[in-house]
């Protein structure tokens, strides 16, 4: 199920380089004029079809794959998901887009024989897309254990009632199945095992879709956010991932890599702002003399330079201790890069969007919505005060440990 990458890391980015120079960057333009021409936006672009294809053909599929399931480290997996960052819906081109690499390492760490057949298989075929369903509007979602959502035994069937909102993919015509993160035992007396995780396939009854979202005005279509409610929702027992109470487990499990994927695509969306802003820095002129003489801007240049490169190396140092220790004996960097780098891109492109003038905050450049992209990073795995007080306490308690 789990084919093999068989090219080595560094080829592997040279082709990649030139796919995105030959297919994606051509066809910016193109893909968005489909997606605005279709009857809805979270229709599937014709565009992606044929270039999934052809990266399927190019190898270049299936990259985020663990090294133990024939797939690369995650020190080799950085700098690709950084050039696949570049362009803010090219990871699904080579299926390596999110939420579908955490749901397809749940199902790969997680799931029955079963569900991974039925599940897991199309999506790493890139023939069906997914959603995760934890956040919801009426409580604190930043602290998962707050999570309201019931999932109550019923004889041979779970039933399932609650409100969820932030649903990435949700609304995609693609997606056909919805990983849902609720409560099963809410009074047990430990906080992190009254949760569960089950599955619920689109079109079960009980399912409805409220109404798509927008950050910052942008829907992200067609993938989206959504806003869903789950109404007397009845799935089989099967549908259980790994067990009742295993919920919170397999959160921690599958957030780890998809937060530190999430900082790579961000490095790439913020070297891809410095250049385009130095590029600009040499082509207008402003009182006489060329951007790139002021002052003003060299600085802003010569910070960005400075600020991606730390977070670049922050992102590798994290990626290789993954490698070499876990996930979870990596949580330290995890929590840092978390913090870090979503801010470290949002300034950047801020600085870069300035250098554009006001064509910068336009649809013409990809910078407003990269923008965006960063900005709800520090609320999609968790906020950054969330982080920050979870590297506070472990930074703490070492040296508590030591002293």
């Known amino acids: 199920m789990y084919a093999a990458i068989d090219t080595s890391a560094k080829e592997l980015k040279e082709h990649l380089i030139a796919f995105m120079d030959e297919h994606i960057y051509p066809n910016e333009t193109a893909y968005h004029e489909q997606l605005n021409a279709l009857d809805s936006r979270f229709q599937t672009v014709p565009l992606m079809e044929d270039l999934k294809a052809k990266a399927r053909?190019?190898?270049?599929?299936?990259?985020?794959?663990?090294?133990?399931?024939?797939?690369l480290?995650?020190?080799?997996?950085?700098?690709?998901?950084?050039?696949?960052?570049?362009?803010?819906?090219?990871?699904?081109?080579?299926n390596c887009n999110a939420p579908d690499t955490g749901?397809?390492?749940?199902?790969?760490?997680?799931?029955?024989?079963?569900?991974?057949?039925?599940?897991?298989?199309?999506?790493l075929e890139g023939e069906i897309r997914s959603a995760f369903a934890m956040t919801e509007p009426d409580v604190a979602s930043s602290d998962a254990t707050n999570v309201q959502t019931s999932i109550e035994r019923d004889g041979d069937e779970y039933v399932i009632n609650g409100r969820k909102w932030f649903i990435t993919n949700a609304m995609y015509e693609r997606t056909k199945i919805f990983i849902v993160m609720g409560k099963s035992d809410p009074d047990n007396?430990?906080?992190?095992?009254?949760?569960?995780?089950?599955?619920v396939p689109r079109g079960t009854p009980g399912l409805t879709f409220i109404r798509p979202l927008t950050t910052l005005g942008y829907d992200d279509a067609p993938q989206g956010h959504a806003e869903i409610l789950l109404e007397n929702v009845r799935v089989p027992i099967e549908n259980m991932l790994l067990g009742e109470g295993r919920?919170?487990?397999?959160?921690?499990?599958?957030?780890?890599?998809?937060?530190?994927?999430?900082c790579m695509r961000l490095i790439g969306c913020a070297q891809r702002a410095l250049e385009l802003a130095c590029r600009r820095a040499v082509s207008r002129s402003t009182f006489g003399k060329k951007l790139a003489e002021h002052?003003?801007?060299?600085?802003?240049i010569a910070k960005s330079f400075c600020e991606i490169e730390q977070a670049r190396l922050l992102t590798l140092?994290?990626?290789?201790?993954?490698?070499?220790?876990?996930?979870?004996e990596a949580r330290d960097l995890i929590a840092a890069g978390q913090i870090a780098v979503p801010m470290m891109a949002q300034r950047v492109i801020d600085r870069c969007m300035q250098i554009h003038?006001?064509?910068?905050?336009?649809?013409?450049?990809?910078?407003?919505?990269?923008f965006n992209y960063a900005r709800w990073c520090r609320q999609a795995d968790g906020p950054d005060q969330v982080h920050m007080m979870a590297l506070g306490k472990q930074l703490v308690r070492q040296h508590m440990a030591s002293s």
Do not use: C
């Not at 906080?191 to 569960?196: A, G, K, M």
């Open 295 to 300: 002052q003003s801007v060299l600085e802003d």
């Open 73 to 94: 480290t995650n020190a080799d997996y950085a700098p690709l998901a950084e050039i696949m960052g570049r362009v803010l819906w090219s990871p699904e081109v080579f």
């Open 247 to 262: 919920g919170f487990e397999i959160a921690q499990g599958r957030l780890g890599p998809g937060r530190i994927h999430h």
């Open 317 to 328: 140092k994290t990626a290789t201790k993954m490698d070499e220790v876990g996930a979870k």
């Open 103 to 123: 749901n397809m390492e749940v199902f790969i760490k997680y799931g029955t024989t079963e569900q991974k057949e039925r599940w897991l298989k199309p999506l």
């Open 189 to 199: 007396p430990n906080r992190h095992i009254q949760q569960s995780q089950i599955l």
């Open 57 to 71: 053909s190019a190898g270049l599929w299936n990259l985020f794959v663990p090294i133990n399931y024939g797939g």
């Open 357 to 370: 003038g006001a064509g910068g905050l336009t649809g013409d450049y990809f910078m407003a919505q990269a």
